[in-house]
Every structure is written in C-alpha cells, then in structure tokens.
Nanobody
Framework: QVQLVESGGGLVQPGGSLRLSCAAS????????MRWYRQPPGKQRELVAA???????NYGDSVEGRFTISRDNAKNTVYLQMNSLKPEDTAVYYC?????????????WGQGTQVTVSS
C-alpha cells in the first residue's frame, strides 16, 4: 500500500503554467508505475500521463506536447508540469500508484487537487 498526497493546484490564466506534485509514502519500493488522471466537471476520468519504474512515459492525446511527467526517486515524488493551459484543462487532478506484488497489483489514489484555468 502507498499513500499519495497531491499539491500544486490552483487558479491560472489561459496560457499559463502549473506544476503539480505527488508525494508517495509507505511501500514505495513496490511501485511499478505512477500516473496522473483528471476528471473535468461533468466528464469521465481520463488518463493524463504515466511513468513506469523504468522511466518510460506516455500521455493522453489531449495533453501530449503540453504536459510533462517526471519523478524524483530520492524524494519519492512524481511531478506534472503543465504548460499552455487551456480552460478545457480545468479538472480535479488525481495521482495514482500501481503497486504491490507482481501477481497482485493494486492502485492507490491521492485525494486530488483542483486545477482551474480561467481568465
């Protein structure tokens, strides 16, 4: 099991930038991948970005080229750098950790952080 705490959300103008952080604690040695999801108002939750324990990354189509996921292993923290923000990026952003034994993987979630893009 892993505990996740997101931070860095807030209000930003269109075209601006935000950097989200997700600090992991607990059984962090068994994390296989960390991911960012988001849920805009009235819409389904969607994958934003993911990074594996080996450092491979992938992005959702709507954010590729604008967002960057990275990690700091020493701090057990994953980041989401969000640039060129649009009103459509407004959502609650959730951190997710895929973790556990190889034969019994589980997802743990953070509490979410609100990102609002508005003029």
């Amino acid at each position: 099991q892993v505990q996740l705490v997101e931070s860095g959300g807030g209000l930003v103008q269109p075209g601006g930038s935000l950097r989200l952080s997700c600090a992991a604690s607990g059984n962090t040695f068994k994390i296989y991948a960390m991911r960012w999801y988001r849920q805009p108002p009235g819409k389904q939750r969607e994958l934003v970005a993911a990074i594996t324990s080996g450092g491979n990354t992938n992005y959702g189509d709507s954010v590729e080229g604008r967002f960057t996921i990275s990690r700091d292993n020493a701090k057990n923290t994953v980041y989401l750098q969000m640039n060129s923000l649009k009103p459509e990026d407004t959502a609650v952003y959730y951190c997710n950790a895929l973790n556990g034994l190889p034969s019994a993987l589980h997802n743990d979630w953070g509490q979410g952080t609100q990102v609002t893009v508005s003029s």
